[in-house]
């Protein structure tokens, strides 16, 4: 996973006249550009590329960790005549098929075009078929920024999902920046916002236009379609095998709950279909030693045959990390925070064993309600509302969470369950049929992702595991985790302290001394009231009659393992 930064300044930039001061110097666009993305360097560790036009007053860097065309596809790209510059962070997909329609567009004597690597394709197409033709068709995690010199155009753009991080702000002399983490922007921008997800924005530098490009019905209306099964496990299968295109050693995350256990044992029969029967996908699993996710997670490794590993960690390791996933996930949220720390001990393992991609399954919890408290909706309409409400904020919590726990540490966390056109179907499919349903293979009880588990319940994997209930990740790691942690962090908090929360914290005032300790970490990594601002809490539904701990465990539904 990379990372991407540009600065472009409202006026025309005087190189003579260096525009920032840095300490008792001047610096210029280059030094400073260079340095302030050095604050996300861990996202590309293998090359920086930077390219800096003072005439026209914008620079671009891109942070690389090369995963696809990795001799070929170092950035910021230039178009074939020089006049289109591209700074992407991400995977797109469907790379193969634009690069043939690009061909297909060709003009008589224009050479055929190969792609440098799948985000190679962005220029390419934007160049062909413009930037409705370009948002219309891509498909994968993406970010990115393009400039067009030849009409002094800037694209800035988001996947549908937010998989992939992008902020952008304003500094004190007006200029745009954007980056894929808040920490490159807060020393020099007052003003910070999350670029929202399914957006571009497209026009001059001095005035860039806003425009949602991905509204698909589902978000407005209540859908009437019936489950097909073989359909549902057809579009997810596609998905997985669009996220295999890797040139580097790869893995997946193995917890043992049903979602990360589904898609490693799809990219197994992928994969053994390509290589032969004795390819074994590399998994991992992480938690305190005697955490309820490793017997699942072992039984899953032998039924697929995987290269497996188990990482443990300590609760004091875990503690040491708390101001560590602040830093990186960028958030005070409760849930984030938790789940943040057991990904970054377990991504730096990954990270050490030479894999450079992995494979995980966030985001079928927000498809199909899976997480405990939905067993509570009242009613499909609302079940629904809710979905597409945890669909949307997506990028607030477990993408948050699994692209920056892995990217600390250059590794690249790919997420097939958020694939678009799966994503699509899925949500399409009424909420009657999504909803948790009465499991009918065994003992009879309210079974969360009914249908997904029928529509994989023939040789995908152990009917323990396929009929598991929902375990938070922060949860299986170790029940003692959660519990340790609260109590930790509230250790740092008086009562005093903890009754000027409203007055000291005015956006999201913490609810509890946790939450309190976090936000006073926050508050010093991250000063300014709009870096607040970017931060939403995950919550289950109290109105609902939920508990307000997001922890599974306290919803009760929960069936200790």
């Known amino acids: 996973m990379c990372g991407i930064f540009s600065i472009f300044l409202n006026t025309e930039y005087d190189s003579a006249s260096p525009l920032y001061r840095y300490g008792n110097r001047s610096e210029s666009l280059r030094e400073l550009a260079f340095r302030q993305s050095a604050k996300q360097r861990h996202r590309g560790p293998d090359h920086t590329g930077l390219v800096v036009d003072n005439g026209a007053g914008f620079v671009m860097v891109q942070e690389r960790l090369c995963v696809i065309g990795v001799k070929t596809g170092s950035q910021p790209f230039l178009s074939q005549d020089g006049q289109i510059l591209l700074a992407a962070n991400g995977e797109i997909y469907n790379y193969l098929q634009m690069a043939k329609e690009i061909n297909g567009a060709l003009k008589p004597g224009e050479e055929t075009y190969i792609p440098r690597s799948d985000c190679d394709v962005i220029i390419a197409y934007y160049e062909k078929f413009g930037v409705t033709g370009l948002m219309e068709t891509i498909r994968g995690m993406f970010a990115f920024v393009l400039y067009d010199r030849k009409n002094g155009k800037v694209l800035v753009a988001r996947d549908p999902i937010g998989i992939v991080p992008l902020y952008s702000g304003t500094d004190c002399e007006g200029n745009m920046w954007v980056a894929s983490e808040m920490k490159c922007l807060v020393e020099k921008c007052p003003e910070i916002v999350i670029f929202p997800p399914g957006h571009m924005h497209y026009g001059t530098r001095q005035k860039l236009e806003p425009l949602c490009y991905y509204e698909p019905q589902w978000m407005f209306e209540i859908p009437q379609m019936h489950v097909d099964l073989e359909k549902l496990k057809s579009y997810l299968e596609d998905a997985v095998v669009s996220h295999l295109q890797c040139d580097v050693p790869m893995g997946a995350l193995l917890s043992g709950g049903l979602d990360s256990s589904l898609i490693a044992s799809i990219a197994t029969k992928v994969m053994r279909k390509r290589h032969g029967p004795d390819y074994r996908l590399k998994t991992y699993s992480v938690g305190l030693v005697g955490g309820p996710d490793f017997a699942f ?6 039924y697929i045959d995987s290269d497996h590993t188990e990482v443990y960690f300590t609760i004091d390791e875990g503690l040491n990390y708390i101001r560590n996933a602040i830093l990186h ?4 949220d409760i849930t984030t925070v ?4 057991p990904l970054l001990l377990l991504s730096r393992f990954i990270k050490s064993e030479g894999i450079k991609m992995v494979l995980s399954g966030e985001g079928a919890d927000e498809l199909f309600g899976g997480y405990l408290y939905f067993h509570q909706s009242p009613n499909a309409a609302e079940f629904h509302k809710e979905t597409v409400m945890r669909v ?3 990028h607030y919590s477990d993408c948050l969470r699994a692209n920056k726990g892995t990217s600390a540490w250059g590794l690249e966390l790919r997420v097939p369950f958020l694939d678009t ?6 949500m399409n499919i009424r909420p009657e049929d999504r909803m948790p349903q009465v499991k009918v293979n065994g003992k009879v009880q309210s079974m969360e992702k009914y249908i997904l588990r029928q529509a994989f319940a023939s040789d995908y994997l152990p009917a323990e595991v396929l009929w598991r209930q929902k375990e938070q990740f922060s949860d ?6 959660i519990d340790t942690i609260t109590e930790y962090a509230a250790s740092h908090i008086s009562d005093v302290e ?3 929360a409203t007055e000291r914290f005015p956006i999201n005032p913490p609810p509890t001394k946790e939450a309190f300790y976090y936000r006073q970490v926050f508050e010093e990594l991250f000063p300014s009231h709009s870096c607040a601002a970017t931060v939403q809490r995950w919550l289950p539904r109290t109105d609902w009659g939920c508990s307000a701990d997001p922890s599974g465990r306290k919803q009760t539904v929960h069936k200790f393992n």
């Open 297 to 302: 997670g072992q039984m899953v490794a032998d």
């Open 329 to 332: 996930a960028e958030t005070y």
């Open 338 to 341: 938790r789940c943040t720390i």
């Open 392 to 394: 949307k904020n997506l």
């Open 421 to 426: 056109d799966f994503v699509n179907y899925v």
């Open 476 to 481: 299986g790691v170790g029940y003692s985790w």
């Open 498 to 500: 903890f009754a000027t």
